[in-house]
């Protein structure tokens, strides 16, 4: 591993344009289980897939309220953790130029990162599906503790939903930009992820460089030019270090 560490070093240092993608994995560590990590991920318990989908949410919206919904405000208190902590650092001194992120859970801009594409959404907000008027999490929190469920939007009636990229749902705009930077980008860290869900993953595919930090095995295991088996907090501080030396 160490040698590893030490070539990540190198490749982040002499690269121009590196984008950072993140999954579920980063913020394993402050305490919000994966989806797919053997004995912890959340599809032990659940199919994300279905909770978290638009068809769930638009058909069954009680079933939608009662689990899906469970697992976005779960992660709303959460803080950030070293990773997190260090890559809003690598930004800061010019190391990092974008981060993208499928994590919806707010923690690179927690941990202070300014350059930040959630391609997946986010859980600061929601949005009514009839009028597009926003309300913040902690209205739409109050609206389901009441037992307004489906919660309806005060100007026209229409069903409220929280501004998370559903499964169903199509990306939005920021993907396009993320796909543009990574193809005129030099390198992609991949942190945390199994790159099993598209379309995201096709970041992995189109980049020139690819460094993979995470635990398990991931999709594109093949096709990376590094891979660093290791839990994504270890890693980045022995990077990092070795980045400021
Ligand atoms: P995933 O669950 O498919 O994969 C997570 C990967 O992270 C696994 O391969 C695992 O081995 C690795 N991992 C776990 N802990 C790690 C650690 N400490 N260090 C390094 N690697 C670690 O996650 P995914 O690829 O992001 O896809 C799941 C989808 O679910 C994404 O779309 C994401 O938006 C969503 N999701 C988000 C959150 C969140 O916002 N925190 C949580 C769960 C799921």
Same mark, same amino acid.
Not at 1 to 30: D, F, H, P, R, Y
Not at 121 to 149: A, F, P, T
């Given at each position: 591993?160490?040698?590893?560490?030490?070539?990540?070093?190198? %490749?982040?240092? &002499?690269?121009?344009?590196?984008?950072?993608?993140? *999954?579920?994995?980063?913020?394993?560590?402050?305490?919000?289980?994966?989806?797919?990590?053997?004995? @912890?991920?959340? =599809?032990?318990?659940?199919?994300?897939?279905?909770?978290?989908? @638009?068809?769930?949410?638009?058909?069954?919206?009680?079933?939608?309220?009662?689990?899906?919904?469970? $697992?976005?405000?779960?992660?709303?208190? %959460?803080?950030?953790?070293?990773?997190?902590? $260090?890559?809003?650092?690598?930004?800061?001194?010019?190391?990092?130029?974008?981060?993208? @992120?499928?994590?919806?859970?707010?923690?690179?801009?927690?941990?202070?990162?300014?350059?930040?594409?959630?391609?997946?959404?986010?859980?600061?907000?929601?949005?009514?599906?009839?009028?597009?008027?926003?309300?913040?999490?902690?209205?739409?929190?109050? +609206?389901?503790?009441?037992?307004?469920?489906?919660?309806?939007?005060?100007?026209?009636? *229409?069903?409220?939903?929280?501004?998370?990229?559903?499964?169903?749902?199509?990306?939005?705009?920021?993907?396009? =930009?993320?796909?543009?930077?990574?193809?005129?980008?030099?390198?992609?860290?991949?942190?945390?992820?199994?790159?099993?869900?598209?379309?995201?993953?096709?970041?992995?595919?189109?980049? &020139?460089?690819?460094?993979?930090?995470?635990?398990?095995? @991931?999709?594109?295991?093949?096709?990376?030019?590094? %891979? $660093?088996?290791? &839990?994504?907090?270890?890693?980045?501080?022995? %990077?990092?270090?070795?980045?400021? +030396?």
């Amino acid at each position: 591993m160490e040698q590893n560490i030490q070539k990540a070093a190198e %490749i982040i240092k &002499k690269s121009k344009g590196v984008v950072v993608l993140t *999954g579920a994995g980063i913020s394993t560590e402050s305490g919000i289980p994966d989806f797919r990590s053997p004995g @912890t991920g959340l =599809w032990e318990k659940m199919d994300p897939m279905e909770a978290l989908s @638009t068809e769930v949410l638009y058909n069954r919206p009680e079933k939608f309220y009662r689990e899906g919904f469970e $697992i976005l405000r779960s992660m709303k208190d %959460i803080a950030p953790n070293v990773t997190h902590e $260090i890559l809003g650092k690598m930004e800061e001194e010019g190391c990092v130029d974008l981060i993208v @992120t499928q994590n919806i859970d707010n923690l690179h801009q927690k941990a202070g990162s300014k350059k930040v594409y959630e391609v997946h959404g986010h859980i600061r907000s929601g949005y009514c599906i009839q009028c597009s008027k926003e309300i913040n999490m902690e209205n739409l929190e109050e +609206k389901v503790d009441k037992g307004e469920i489906p919660p309806r939007c005060e100007s026209c009636g *229409g069903v409220l939903r929280p501004n998370v990229v559903m499964f169903g749902d199509s990306l939005p705009a920021c993907f396009d =930009w993320a796909m543009d930077a990574v193809e005129n980008g030099e390198l992609l860290i991949v942190i945390g992820s199994s790159l099993e869900v598209g379309p995201v993953n096709y970041l992995a595919q189109i980049c &020139k460089k690819l460094m993979i930090i995470n635990l398990g095995s @991931t999709a594109y295991d093949r096709r990376a030019d590094l %891979i $660093i088996n290791e &839990k994504a907090s270890l890693a980045l501080t022995k %990077i990092y270090a070795l980045l400021r +030396k």
